[in-house]
Nanobody
């Protein structure tokens, strides 16, 4: 059974950076596409970014394109989300998720979810 654990969230000032990590256990992650989603207070969960199993294909939400970078290290069974130039609108719980299929920004197509990590942007 694939298990995902997010880490790296925290409090950062506007304009700052954080790197989230999604560590997998139970099975190797290299056959799975991985997505990052976020849910802000009072809002629906939204897609942030996703990456194919090989890392050769990535996608980003328009709101984060150019500031966030998704990557993966299959040898470490981990996927990362580098978040730069953070703004208050990024405040949310960030979840990683995986599926044995193509990468997608549609949350209902993913099978495995982590518990999330809180990101807060404030001065």
């Amino acid at each position: 059974q694939l298990q995902l654990v997010e880490s790296g969230g925290g409090l950062v000032q506007p304009g700052g950076s954080l790197r989230l990590a999604c560590a997998a256990s139970g099975v190797t992650l290299d056959h799975y596409a991985v997505g990052w989603f976020r849910q802000a207070p009072g809002k629906e969960r939204e897609g942030v970014s996703c990456i194919s199993h090989s890392g050769g294909s990535t996608s980003y939400a328009a709101a984060v394109n150019g500031r966030f970078t998704i990557s993966r290290d299959n040898a470490k069974n981990t996927v990362y989300l580098q978040m730069n130039r953070l703004i208050p609108e990024a405040i949310a719980i960030y979840f990683c998720t995986a599926v044995w299929s193509v990468a997608t920004m549609k949350s209902n197509l993913y099978d495995y979810w982590g518990q999330g990590t809180q990101v807060t942007v404030s001065s």
